[in-house]
């Protein structure tokens, strides 16, 4: 069994994700905006919490830790570097770091652009990537600049198309819907948004999302793409104007 068959993805405040996985003994937690909707999932599942990693510190992704460490005395895990505006850690983490969960191995990767000394989390074939690289957009760029968020995603440049990417927000509506105002005749846009209008209107989490998706209908990961670099104004330059532009036109959306 992977991880990402084990991985329960659970809905929190608004739209809010936090996702459970587990390997061995070990039973882990991404993010915690709420602790009551995690709490619930792992009672459904007769789950016994043991970690919880945290990937930035902003309220709707940690608010949740305290209740949870009381319910399970889970041990917590987060960037070092981001220490001072974390829950207490038990486990600070640098990037080049690793987190083992059972047989499990994560390695943790700075993501900054979102908020300063943002971490993302690269187990087999699943990316928890917090607010950096999100389904159909990335994180709105409260402390970083556009250079650091583009060398932030670029890392996720080499990773297999099949990798899941563990975003921390249901956004991909608007996402889809911003990203097809740039290039409104790319078909796999067109089709990505159908797709995740059926899902929601059933209910179901469109998150988490594939990195093939994503390379196709991301326009933060399309920067060298001509089509992105004319409906941006930047054609000619490089593609970090081509990013930035971009992210000021969703800003601004």
């Not at 919490?49 to 895990?77: K, P, R």
């Not at 402390?143 to 650091?148: A, D």
Request: aromatic share 6%; hydrophobic share 40%; charged share 20%.
């Amino acid at each position: 069994m992977t991880l990402s068959d084990t991985m329960i993805t659970v809905p929190c405040l608004s739209d809010n994700y936090a996702f459970i996985i587990r390997s061995g003994d070990r039973v882990a937690v991404v993010d915690a905006p709420d602790a009551a909707p995690i709490l619930a999932a792992l009672k459904d599942h007769d789950l016994q919490l043991t970690d919880i990693l945290l990937t930035h510190h902003h309220w709707d992704h940690v608010d949740g830790v305290a209740d949870l460490v009381a319910a399970t005395g889970a041990q917590v895990w987060g960037a070092k570097a981001d220490a001072d505006r974390l829950p207490t850690l038990d486990h600070p983490l640098s990037p080049g770091d690793e987190v083992t969960l059972g047989t499990e191995t994560g390695h943790v990767i700075d993501v900054s652009g979102h908020t300063i000394n943002h971490i993302a989390y690269l187990f087999d074939g699943i990316a928890f990537t917090g607010d950096s690289l999100m389904a159909a957009g990335c994180g709105r760029l409260f402390e970083g600049t556009p250079e650091q968020m583009y060398t932030s995603l670029a890392q996720f440049a080499d990773l297999p198309d099949a990798t899941l990417i563990a975003s921390g927000h249901e956004y991909t509506t608007s996402n889809l819907t911003f990203a097809l105002s740039l290039e409104p005749g790319n078909p796999a846009l067109i089709s990505r948004l159908a797709e995740v209008e059926g899902l929601r209107s059933r209910g179901q989490p469109s998150v988490p999302s594939t990195l093939m998706a994503e390379r196709h209908t991301n326009p933060f990961l399309r920067a060298h793409d001509p089509d992105l670099k004319a409906a941006t104004g930047t054609t000619g330059q490089p593609d970090v104007d081509t990013f930035a532009a971009a992210r000021r036109a969703k800003d601004a959306f």
